[in-house]
């Protein structure tokens, strides 16, 4: 295996060839402990072409590489302009990759963020916006429970009488038990007045204590948060998109009322005033692809596009009794396929494949110090590195050189 130290130090693209299917996780993380731990922030994005493929890599990387830190950003697991929401496990899991890469925190590991072609084509919530909505505590503060109820409410939490599941809380007096996502066990907070005195874990199933907690950090439980200028934008920019409301408008009325309702996520760029994307959030991180990532970006795309047609077609032509669904435009939820491509032009990027680069694919065939030092001595372009050897390929998208100078 070839060093990746300086692989990018002279081109913005490259192609791993000859990676077996398989081994993936092994040259991730050879390339992920090459570029070293970056303060927390990620340094290598991967993009899976589907969520199966993801959890295969993550289980790897467990393997290969046990020294690498690894978030994963799964995607919604609802079809496009759905009538339901996604479940609640998914969004759990992604508020917590969000929250952690919105938040950096210290690390000694190098990060790599695994990713779908799906999650990465759809907008977020601010980067900003969800590093300021990550709740922290720790015995000893002072906390009002009303206000800690109404930020729970605000952010997707549900009240119940007895916790058992992620994304519930339930409040008998001075105590509130609560299962954030991203925790392993349930907690419970126990106040004197304003004051937060201790945070145990607790078994969901006995409701018994099972150890102490110095601190506790909350993240969001929905990518939609129904506080009252959220609430008010969504109104203002639902009526700008659709024209007046209308009586059986079951969606604005319900969030109007400050109430949750069944796959309101899909109308998330009406709650924000600007969405981000996984690259924002990933600044700086090499972005590393799937082999076939093309062919699942275009496949999610043409889904995309098809779902938004059948939802207008019906609109325009409606049933009886059944409840309008006015969707918004693809382009102000997903990434279009120019958006995605320019991304990823403007970032360190390295392409994986399991195929050998055919003998004509570049000029000459070299050994891993020629190709170094020929690296060294021309500007940026774009280089092809395999299991046995290292060649000069073809101009990326992004080179602006001409063919003859490669």
Sequence with gaps: MKSFKGLFDRAAYVTLSSVPDGLEALVLGDLARALGARDGKPAV???????????????????????????????????????VSPNPVIVARRMTALSHLARPRERTKPLVVLTTINASLQRVPAKSLIAGETFAAAPGNRIDMAELTRWLENNGFERTATVR?????????????????????????????DTLESIRRFDPESQRSTGTLKKLEWVPMSEVTLTPENISRFR????????????????????????RYAGMEHWLPLFHDRLDTVFDYCDGAVVMTDPLATEALDERLAMIADHYDNRREALAQPSAGAVPYKPIEPARLYLTKDEWTSRLADLKTAEVTPFARPDGAGPAR????????????????????????MRCSPMSRACARPRSAC
Aim: aromatic content about 10%; charged content about 20%; some cysteine.
């Design 45 to 83: 994005l991967f993009v899976a072409r589907d969520g199966t493929r993801m959890a295969m890599l993550e289980q790897a990387l467990g393997f290969f590489a046990p020294d690498i830190a690894v978030l994963s950003l799964p995607s919604w697991d609802c079809q496009p302009y759905d009538r």
């Design 165 to 193: 599941d992620t994304g519930e809380y339930a409040v008998r007096g001075g105590i509130l038990d609560l299962y954030a996502p991203g925790t392993e066990a349930p907690v419970r907070l126990d106040f004197f007045g």
């Design 236 to 259: 203002r920019n639902y009526v700008a998109a659709f024209g007046a409301t209308t009586r059986d408008d079951a969606l604005y009325a319900a969030i109007s009322d400050g109430r």
């Design 366 to 389: 070299l050994s891993t110090s020629a190709a170094a030092a020929a690296a060294a001595s021309r500007p940026s372009g774009r280089r092809a590195t395999s299991m046995s050897s």
